[in-house]
């Protein structure tokens, strides 16, 4: 009984012992591996425990103790704000794309819209319509009279409106066309003009054949307004080859006229000499020099022009 009592004794001291190399060697551990004050104290708890026991004659294991995670400090505050910082910048980034394109739309208006004066970009959106209503309006009246000349001048006022439109698309300039179907036309007095033509038209193939050559008397005459108002090479070469095939269209409803009716055109809107000189062929073609305002006046969107030269 003596010695076994001796033995437990032993075993108490040999652990008290343990217990105090355990909290010298916690003192001394640097800051950065220092157990927290709950950890401390679980692990003093624990050693008195297994002494309780091994005073009682029990065996027990020690529990584990949990980590215990440390304190939020300064530094990991900054690393969260590390963490913060590429978001920010991933946001900037993604918002880039629309910003950058949006700037080369801007950039594109100012370099090639911007360089137009106004008077320049009114010429060219009343264009793009100017064509359309001729093109429309032969398309109404072979629908009408079935006489393949308008169906055959109507393709070239399709090819006249596209070229206007490349110029459109090469200056940075929103098309009033879009998707408007036939007859149908952003400026009003173009709109007008159509209705009264078209129904002008409607009465005969005389009146038809009148109003083709009124299209093309005051398509001659725009033609030289704007030509006359650009010093871009690349409008006026465009201009120049729309007023050529206004031109030829014109020779060719006067003579499709006579021969039809035997009657002689008369001008509408175009001087009598310059007149002249388109049917005798003397003018020079595109140059834009001969346009006169006769007996209508320039023929923009006038709705007071309605195409015939008299009854058939």
Not at 13 to 26: N, R
Not at 73 to 89: H, K, M, R, S
Not at 137 to 151: P, T
């Amino acid at each position: 009984m003596k010695t076994q009592l001796n033995q437990t004794k032993n075993r108490l001291f040999l652990i008290l012992a343990l217990a105090g190399l355990l909290l010298i060697a916690a003192a001394c551990t640097t800051p950065a591996a220092t157990t927290t004050e709950t950890g401390t104290t679980a692990v003093t708890e624990a050693i008195a425990a297994e002494a309780a026991a091994a005073a009682s004659g029990q065996t027990e294991t020690v529990p584990e103790v949990a980590a215990v995670e440390p304190a939020v400090g300064e530094e990991t505050t900054n690393q969260l704000a590390a963490v913060d910082a590429p978001v920010a910048v991933v946001e900037t980034v993604a918002n880039e794309p629309e910003t950058t394109a949006r700037n080369a739309v801007d950039g594109l208006s100012a370099a090639n819209g911007g360089s137009l004066s106004d008077s320049e970009i009114a010429d060219l959106l009343f264009m793009r319509e100017e064509e359309k209503l001729a093109h429309d309006v032969y398309i109404a009246l072979y629908s009408i009279w079935g006489m393949n000349l308008f169906q055959n001048i109507a393709a070239s006022e399709q090819t006249h409106t596209d070229s206007v439109l490349a110029l459109l698309n090469t200056y940075g300039l929103t098309d009033p066309v879009g998707s408007n179907p036939a007859g149908v036309f952003v400026n009003a007095d173009l709109q007008a003009l159509y209705d009264q033509l078209v129904a002008s038209g409607s009465q005969s193939l005389a009146d038809a054949l009148r109003v083709g050559a009124a299209i093309e008397e005051i398509d001659i005459l725009d033609l030289d307004k704007a030509i006359a108002e650009t010093g871009q090479a690349d409008i006026v070469q465009v201009y120049q080859s729309l007023r050529a095939g206004s031109e030829n269209h014109l020779r060719a409803f006067v003579s499709t006229l006579e021969r039809q009716t035997g009657e002689t055109y008369q001008p509408q809107y175009l001087s009598l000499e310059a007149y002249a000189a388109i049917i005798s062929g003397t003018q020079s073609q595109g140059n834009g020099s001969a346009g006169g305002n006769g007996n209508g006046g320039n023929g923009r969107g006038s709705s007071n022009g309605n195409g015939r030269g008299g009854d058939s």
